[in-house]
Structures are given as C-alpha cells and as structure tokens.
C-alpha cells in the first residue's frame, strides 16, 4: 500500500516532442492515466500508441521513453506514490480502464479534493492507490464464456444499437431474440445484475455522462441524444444515480478540470523537460 503522494499533477505535452528519458527513484510508483491526445510510450521495450482511457504503471528503477503526437498530443494525470518497502508491481504495466467517463471522472475528481485540501493526504492516497490496483486487476478478468449466454450476447448487441432512441421499447430485444419477456428478464438479472430496462437507462446515463464531460452539447440536447422521452425524465434519472442535477454535475466538471495550485499538486516536473524533436523511429 502506497503510504503518501510524492506529487500529483497533470502534464500537457507539447506537440511533436521526444522527452529525456529519466528513471523512477526508489521508493516511488509512478502512474500515468491518459486523458486526452496521443502519443507514443515504450513498454516492455516496445514502443506503445496510448490514448485516453490508458493507465501505465513505473515502478521504482524504471525508465520512462516517451513521444507526443504531432497533431493530438497527449495530456495525463502523473500520480507520484511513496511506497514503503518492496513496492507492489502489476503484471502487466498498462491497461486500459475500461469505463472511459468513470476514468476521466475519477482524474478529475482527484485534482478537485487534492485542490480544495478538505481531506487529508493519506485518505486520497489509498483511494487513489486502492482504485488503481482494482482497475489492473479487473483488466485481466474474462467471465466464463461457458456461463455466458449467446442470447444476452445478441440482447447487448441489440440494445446497444438502439438504446439512444428515445422510441425504443424492451420488446423489441424480446422479439428479436425470440424468447418471451420473461425470459429476457432472467437473462438480464443472470448476466447484467439488473433489469432490461435498468441495463438501457444505464447505458443511456453513461453516454449522457461522457457527452457532458466531453461534448459541447447543452443539457437538453443531451437528454435528446441519450434517449430521454422528456427532460425532466432525464433530470430525474441523472439525478438519482448520481446524486446531483446534470447542470450541477458539468459545472463540477468544468471547475474539476482547471489547473490549481496548492502544495505541490501543480508543478510540472523539471525532469520532464523536452528535447529536439526526433521520432521517424518510433513510428
């Protein structure tokens, strides 16, 4: 377990820029979520495109190899961990969090109590640590395909074509399936923990979520684009699932993505310094 944050910041790359390599000190982890842009990383010798929604763990004695896009340069959240004693390695040193607005949500949220400094260090540093570690070990799950029913393949499949429609109805899964409601019910809770209905709303709540974190949209064309019948319908579910109004969640987003400056959670690193451009090779 990861004891205090050595430093947590975020870095902008500038475009078309090969960085000086340089090497994690003992006693510290180094983790890198990628949350916009592109570039180039070398993993296990080899070199790696990253892109929003990656997470690259360095442990202490590694090196970090790594180039910025020429159009899309990436930007990340750097989360420096002081680690006593041997130090916890993943088996694998990048993985992709698989839910793409709960990772950029996760960053940001970071940055906001980090800024605001309400909670003290070591409670955000096991959170931080603790939710990490979970995503590494959830990227190597793979269910039971045995267990896993073809029909509810099809079922996501058919829902997720049409879930932002706001005309769509659970009985077209059943009919297109060929098997009763009941059915699809069983196969719903069995597989997806929840009912038909709850599995589109879900859906339909995680697009509104990454629009609204990404997009340009205002809120009610948002509600439109995810399939609400009406907005307050959309106001109401937002609401309930997470916990604040839509037009409370953006502005939280909007303040959770400035740069602030307290301590020393906003200090880009002097051995991040870039070199002369140079990446015909990595490509």
Not at 29 to 47: P, Q, R, V, Y
Not at 161 to 168: G, P, T
Request: net charge positive.
């Amino acid at each position: 377990m990861a004891d205090k944050f050595d430093m947590v910041f975020q870095f902008s790359a500038e475009p078309d820029t090969e960085f000086r390599p340089r090497q994690i000190q003992k006693g510290i982890a180094e983790i890198e979520i990628i949350t916009a842009g592109t570039g180039l990383f070398s993993i296990d010798g080899k070199w790696t495109r990253v892109q929003p929604g990656n997470i690259i763990w360095f442990s202490e004695n590694d090196f970090i190899f790594a180039s910025s896009d020429k159009t899309d340069p990436y930007e990340c959240l750097v989360i420096r961990f002081v680690v006593p004693g041997k130090s916890y390695a993943p088996p694998k040193k990048m993985i992709t969090w698989k839910d793409l607005p709960e990772c950029l949500l996760f960053c940001k949220r970071l940055i906001g109590e980090c800024r605001r400094g309400i909670l003290p260090d070591y409670i955000l540093c096991n959170y931080a640590f603790s939710k990490i570690i979970m995503e590494f070990h959830l990227s190597d799950y793979q269910p039971d395909k045995k267990a896993y029913s073809l029909k509810w393949e099809k079922a996501l499949q058919i829902i997720d074509r049409n879930y932002r429609n706001c005309n769509f109805q659970i009985s077209k899964v059943h009919e297109e399936l060929g098997v009763t409601r009941e059915h699809l019910h069983y196969l719903a809770r069995r597989h997806g923990g929840k009912t038909p209905f709850g599995i589109v709303l879900e859906k339909r709540l995680s697009y509104a979520k990454q629009l609204m974190m990404t997009g340009s949209l205002s809120i009610k064309e948002i509600s439109e684009n995810c399939g609400f019948g009406t907005f307050n319908h959309f106001c109401r579910a937002f609401r309930k699932n997470f916990g604040v109004s839509p037009g409370v969640f953006r502005s939280l987003n909007l303040e959770g993505s400035v740069h602030y400056s307290q301590k020393h959670y906003i200090k880009k690193s002097t051995s991040m310094q870039n070199t002369k451009p140079n990446l015909e090779d990595k490509t």
